[in-house]
């Protein structure tokens, strides 16, 4: 045997894993930095969010193809705002779990429905929850201000070049005379609720009917048969001012609660007035998911009555946030190729008014028909149509570079499968991460110093070859750390410490395997020199099989576990796999070079000095007889 080779291929890995780290493409910053590997929530800080998915339309729980389609689209919504640290995970059959490291912001939005729809505003009226609102006009002009009907804004238009561009600029102003006042119009953010819609929304102590009938019907007997008879004869918007006693019989309907409000149907909630956006802007989510029935939804204060969806999410091709030719930022859409020619179809219907679908309230301020970008319940912008637009188009407003490739990233990565509710969202401070860190690495110093004390004290010179054994076990389960976390993103948690704590006490196992059986092979009267390679050949198999089980183990508990136990068992393995890696190229090789050595032969200094005498004394009894008889 040549243990040099061996020894000089130990060498050569430990060239190449320490150029990945230095060298490899994920490499940044200065040598320190490169030397750092990725953290976890737990060690730097962070955020960590649960997300629960809610039951299916038909009352049955979400299917695990389901949570995985929706895992790997919050993913990619994650990363799209240049997180690249970020840990996607389902656990259990229903929650997805966020994890952040390093700052602490908030993730509510990634797990958002995140439905688009182009619809046409067919009507539009107050929705403040004034005690009077005007009955619609066929005037566009605004009434003073709190009137009821807002005058229309923005406005869409193709460009010079043969693509299409559909813009959204403001919103009107609240004072109604006509200005532009712009508003962003990406955030979610619900408008600060009115007086007449602050009060509490009144429990309701029996369970959650489970359809969408039930749910009326249980709406139907908490306002009244008379506040229903009510609203469902409304045909245009309530004017309280003509009948005092209709505005007694609608005021039930101004304490529901929002996800009450979401179960009525479209029309009720937008010609009954006492309905208002506070509480429209605030039904669950994908309360308007489906593209065949008439919604409404609120911008700026006022309901609007939108048509079917005649161009859906599904058929925006991609989505990104760009600079204009006046450095705004806006979102360009790039349809497929059928839903360019629905887009198409949409503006010229809109444009035209085909069918005079759009009363004059809705009208924008060229009298032409608008179409509402809805992003779930939300009014994201509503242009007005100015000509018929045949390519690519733009959604423009009050945008910045993290509102814009917010939108662009939620409509890019498309629709999740089920809805989410938010369960909890916890911050995790640097000084706790901190804290952490020192402790789990005060653990693994300790549990390392020792097994290294153990050793000198009870193996001596054979201590140093175990010593030597876990530093060059550490140094590649750091560089492999390092690499691993550039090249698939491994982050390295509490509980991944914990892992690798675990696996000292595997190699210590190791150890005393192989000098024991050394101790053995000496005591059956072998020198040193012969010793090593049979204690290594009858140890090696115990060896292998001892950490194949381990190894085993962390691969079947990486399987089945989730979370921070998945950190653990990946920690674990990859720690056994290396330490067999040691073995086989440095202390069989080095234990070897040793038993050539003088010092190996004295008992006092190999630290086999319980099998040496032994050994001698043998030798020693065998010898006096035969004096004696000659």
Known sequence: MRPGRQLAVLGLIFVVLYLLVFFSGGAKGGWQDRLEPRLGLDLIGGTRLTLEATNTVDGKPPTAANLEEA???????VNAYGVAEAEVVTEGNRNIVISLPGENRDLTDVGSAAELRF???????????????????????????????????????????????????????????????????????????????????????????????????????????????AATGLKAPADLTTDPSLAEKLKPFGALSAQEIGVLPADMQFNVPTITCAQLDDRPAASIKDPNQQAVACEAGAKYL???????????KDANAVLDQTSQWVVSLNFTGKGQEKWTALTRE???????????????????CRVAVVLDNEIVSSPEIQGVLTGDSQITGSFDNKSANKLASQLRYGALPVTFVPQEQQNVTAT??????????????????????????????????????????????????????????????????????????????????????????????RSPRSAVPRAWVRARRTIISANAITLMSAVVLYI?????????AFALGLATVLDLVVVFLFRHPIMTMFARTRAFLSPR??????????????????RNPRVKEA
């Open 119 to 229: 619809r046409k505003v067919l009507k539009a009226t107050d929705g403040s929850g004034a005690a009077a609102a005007p009955a619609p006009s066929a005037s566009a002009t605004p009434a003073p201000s709190g009137s009821a009907t807002p005058k229309p804004s923005g406005s869409a238009s193709p460009k010079a070049k043969p693509s299409g561009s559909a813009k959204a600029t403001a919103s009107p102003s609240a004072g109604g005379q006509g200005g532009m006042a712009p508003t962003p119009s990406a955030s979610a953010a619900a408008p600060t609720p009115s007086a007449s819609a602050s009060a509490a929304p009144t429990p309701s102590a029996e369970p959650v009917p489970q359809s969408v009938e039930q749910q009326r019907k249980a709406v139907e007997q908490k306002v009244g048969a008379a506040a229903w008879a």
């Open 306 to 316: 939108l048509d079917k969806a005649k161009v859906l999410g599904t058929d925006v």
């Open 350 to 368: 809109a444009f035209n008014n085909e069918g005079q679908a759009c009363d004059q309230t809705a009208l924008g301020q060229d009298g032409k």
């Open 71 to 77: 895992r790997q689209i919050i993913e990619s919504r």
């Open 560 to 568: 089945v576990s989730v979370g921070a136990v998945k950190g653990f």
């Open 432 to 525: 706790l991460g901190s804290s952490h860190l020192q402790a789990g690495l005060l653990a693994a110093g300790i549990g390392m110093l020792l097994v290294i004390i153990y050793s000198f004290f009870y193996y001596r010179l054979l201590g140093s070859v175990i010593f030597l054994s876990l530093v060059l076990s550490g140094l590649l389960v750091f560089g492999a750390l390092v690499v691993l976390g550039r090249s698939i993103g491994f982050t390295l948690t509490l509980a991944g410490i914990a892992g690798m704590i675990v696996s000292l006490g595997v190699a210590a196992d190791s150890f005393v395997i192989y000098f024991e059986r050394l101790k053995d092979e000496i005591r059956e009267g």
């Open 605 to 622: 200094v190999s630290g086999l000095g319980r099998a040496l005498p032994a050994r001698s004394a043998e030798q020693g009894t065998a």
